[in-house]
């Protein structure tokens, strides 16, 4: 019998101190903290064992037996996630552990910018890795895609909201990104309802971010938005063209930069010198401060406008002669500082 208790209290105790030095393994720091850490990934279906060996080769734990034990110790043999993270050398064991059953990985922080286009977007998104390109274009224009999104348009053009996105490594395909982008659009179009009391539609919303989208190509300066956009509407009610070189722009095949008077004549859908109305769709992607300029325009008499020589704001003239003034006056701008740099 005593031999029994003997047994029984010594794998006890046994047992206690195994629980013991696990416990404290699993709270104590592997080394000292160094750096601001390093991305690790974790692939989709890693093992136990195949994630320890990454999580040593990084250096972020000492190669030790009992970060497995300490994992089933804990439950989280099977609820370790895949994915990239942001790890300190010399982690706690079960800092590591608790991280990655969370599924507490990095995201990296991308800008698409106020303007840019469609096959801009991709050319950010496949530099940077996330995308490949030509399969983003493909899904930007695939039919069934935009009606399951609503788009009442051939392309995904425009209804890409510019913003800062948090994309994660192996979480965001091309459909993702793109069902994200046309997410955060129509957010913003709830807040701008909200804010205005209006309802938008889509077809309205498609019209709203054609214009837009002008709007914001022509100017930066958030303050000339609702002016600009005032003088488009100043002109579509007079049944004038818009005559807006972005758009014509977008219509060109090649453009090396500079706009000329050829351009003008070429015959495209997007040439608001020779169609009357807006463009078929958007030619970028509007920000918020742009859509709203359409969705409140600045009411005044203004029918042109023209670059103010200062290469960030605009003259606004309301007939002709006083325009022709103020594209006089720019071009004599431009010939005395060329004259004075020379």
Not at 29 to 46: E, F, M
Not at 139 to 151: M, N
Not at 300 to 320: M, P, Q
Request: charged residues 25%; hydrophobic residues 40%; contains cysteine.
């Amino acid at each position: 019998m005593r031999r029994l208790l003997y047994i029984a209290s010594t794998v006890a105790f046994t047992t206690v101190l195994a629980l013991f030095s696990l416990l404290h393994y699993a709270n104590t720091p592997a080394g000292p903290v160094t750096g601001r850490g390093k991305l690790v990934v974790i692939p989709k279906a890693a093992t136990l064992a195949d994630i320890e060996k990454i999580l040593v080769e990084q250096g972020v734990l000492a190669d030790d037996l009992r970060f497995a034990l300490t994992a089933r110790l804990f439950g989280m043999s099977r609820s370790l996630k895949a994915g990239e993270y942001l790890m300190q050398a010399g982690s706690a064991p079960i800092q590591v552990l608790n991280l990655l059953a969370a599924g507490r990985t990095y995201h990296h922080r991308i800008t698409i910018t106020e303007g840019a286009t469609m096959e801009g977007i991709a050319a950010i998104l496949e530099g940077a890795g996330w995308i490949n390109g030509d399969r983003f274009l493909q899904l930007a224009r695939d039919p069934d895609l935009l009606e399951s999104l609503a788009v009442p348009a051939d392309s995904l053009e425009g209804y890409l909201f510019p913003d800062t996105y948090s994309f994660g490594k192996g979480e965001q395909d091309e459909l993702g990104i793109l069902t994200m982008m046309v997410s955060r659009l129509r957010r913003v179009v709830k807040e701008l309802e909200q804010e205005t009391g209006e309802k938008i539609g889509d077809q309205r919303l498609h019209r709203m971010l054609t214009l837009a989208s002008i709007v914001e190509k022509e100017t930066s300066v958030d303050e000339e938005m609702p002016l600009i956009a005032g003088v488009f509407f100043n002109r579509l009610e007079k049944k004038m063209r818009l005559q807006a070189d972005p758009t014509v722009i977008y219509g060109l095949d090649e453009f090396n930069g500079r706009l000329h008077r050829r351009d003008l004549a070429v015959d495209s859908p997007y040439n608001t010198y020779r169609i009357s109305g807006l463009p078929p769709g958007p030619i970028a992607s509007p920000g918020k401060n742009a859509i709203r300029s359409v969705l409140a325009p600045l009411a005044h008499d203004y029918f042109y406008f023209v670059a103010s020589g200062d290469g960030i704001t605009h003259r606004f003239s309301c007939n002709l002669e006083e325009h022709n003034r103020a594209v006089t006056m720019l071009r004599t701008k431009k010939r005395q500082k060329k004259q004075s740099d020379s």
